[in-house]
């Protein structure tokens, strides 16, 4: 295949190239005009879902440390109103006393239960507080121990039977903030009003990014390590001069978008297929009966009337047309048919003639030659064309060439020429073949033996 012959296969004249094209840009220009907005709009509501989830977030956050401080302090009354631990106090049985806390931290949600007296710590059970101070805490608070952060509250035991004694339970700020982790899906960092991190459940380097000059109700997006999170500020009077925020890890939800995008693409690939696929099946089913009579109409150019033009197809328009092709090819038969045998009969017409038909051009160079004119000159007239006049007929000593004797059209002139060492007389009628404007004036000479009727 020559470079010329692909380049015409790909060519953008080409019905089934033009077809594709049109197929595959409005698939294309469908797709596209409905897969951007239909992605703008999910991106859309998914920022809209994100604001609204860190939004319910936030709020169950605080609802969550609502409730904690109320369990804690509920705790906290009814180890100081329980009978057995303020007897045993009282008589100073601090092994057993110490055993019945560590039943009752195992069966409740603390990490810390702290009995102090006077002041003094009388004993402790669960984690160190990281600090010795037995001053009575009068209200929930959050309390930087140091090496963490504790959420501590105090109530006094019955005064009656012990004085000054007080019971502090606590719990640690981390396993707080992890609990809440796995309710709310948030990651909790607590910073002093400073901004020095105390608590947190994400990775230290995250944690340690905290905006500066943030709003108390702002929400703010960062990207570290490679994830990106919705910070925000948990506000609630509790915490006091603390700083809890909030972090939202949005990868899940930013892959979700991609996912969404991945398969838009994909989908945009698959109806290009599709389209260009249904484009070459159309455009063949148009394009082959069209070959089909593409090449019986070159047939038909190179003389070929005989084979039909009827190419079956599904396509009404190329019926008609290939219709159409046959009547002309039907038509065309019958006229060549019938030129033919008019054709046929003026030969045989001027064949039963005496005189001898011969047709000439501009050069009087034989045209054709009818059969009478074997018989003046003894030739085969199917030789005689090309052959000019003067070498047919030789002009007797002292006449000019026949060609300059021929008389002009509609004229009859007698000239003698010299045939096989014999002279003969010829009568010459000339006319025209073709009108003088068609530029090529061919003329028509009727020869005539009148040898023997000249010497009568």
Not at 24 to 42: D, H, K, N, Q, Y
Not at 77 to 95: V, W, Y
Request: negative net charge; charged residues 20%.
């Amino acid at each position: 295949i020559q470079a010329g012959e692909i380049l015409g296969i790909f060519s953008s004249k080409r019905f089934v190239i033009q077809l594709i094209l049109v197929f595959v840009l409005f698939t294309l220009g469908s797709a596209i005009l409905l897969g951007v907005p239909a992605a703008w709009l999910f991106e859309r509501q998914t920022e809209v879902q994100l604001d609204a989830l860190v939004e319910q977030s936030l709020q169950t956050t605080v609802a969550l440390f609502d409730n904690r401080i109320t369990q804690i302090e509920d705790l906290a009354a009814l180890l100081a109103e329980r009978p057995t631990m303020n007897q045993l106090i009282s008589d100073e049985e601090l092994s057993a006393l110490s055993q019945y806390l560590e039943n009752i931290l195992g069966n409740a949600d603390l990490d810390l239960i702290l009995v102090c007296q006077d002041g003094k710590k009388l004993i402790s059970v669960g984690e160190e507080i990281g600090f010795t101070s037995c001053e009575a805490i009068k209200t929930t608070e959050l309390i930087d121990g140091g090496q963490s952060t504790w959420l501590l509250t105090s109530a006094p035991l019955d005064v009656d039977i012990v004085r000054g004694t007080w019971i502090t339970v606590g719990q640690r700020a981390n396993s707080i903030l992890e609990d809440f982790s796995e309710q709310t899906g948030m990651a909790y960092s607590l910073y002093t009003e400073s901004g020095q991190l105390l608590s947190t459940t994400i990775e230290p380097e995250i944690a340690q990014y905290k905006l500066s000059g943030q709003s108390d109700d702002s929400y703010q997006r960062i990207k570290i390590g490679g994830k990106s999170y919705i910070q925000a500020p948990v506000l609630m009077p509790f915490l006091g001069e603390y700083q809890l925020f909030g972090n939202l890890d949005v990868d899940p939800y930013q892959a979700r978008t991609q996912q969404f995008r991945n398969i838009f693409l994909v989908t945009l690939v698959g109806v290009s297929l599709i389209g260009g696929g249904v484009a070459v099946l159309v455009a063949r089913r148009i394009s082959t009966p069209i070959n089909q009579l593409a090449k019986s109409a070159a047939s038909l150019r190179e003389g070929d009337l005989q084979t039909p033009l009827r190419t079956p197809s599904d396509v009404w328009e190329i019926d008609q047309l290939s219709n159409a092709l046959e009547d002309a090819r039907v038509s065309l038969k019958y006229s060549l048919d019938q030129l033919r045998q008019e054709k046929l009969w003026i030969e045989n017409l001027m064949n039963s003639m005496v005189e001898g038909l011969v047709t000439v051009d501009d050069d009087f160079k034989i045209t054709y030659a009818s059969q009478s004119i074997e018989r003046i000159l003894g030739l085969d007239p199917t030789l005689l064309p090309g052959k000019h006049l003067d070498e047919l007929f030789l002009p007797i000593p002292g006449e000019s060439s026949f060609s300059q004797q021929v008389s002009d059209t509609n004229q009859t002139r007698q000239i003698p020429v010299n045939m096989d060492d014999k002279e003969i007389l010829l009568s010459v009628s000339a006319s025209s073949v073709l009108p003088a404007e068609s530029g090529n004036a061919t003329r028509a000479l009727m020869l005539r033996d009148v040898s023997d009727e000249e010497r009568v």
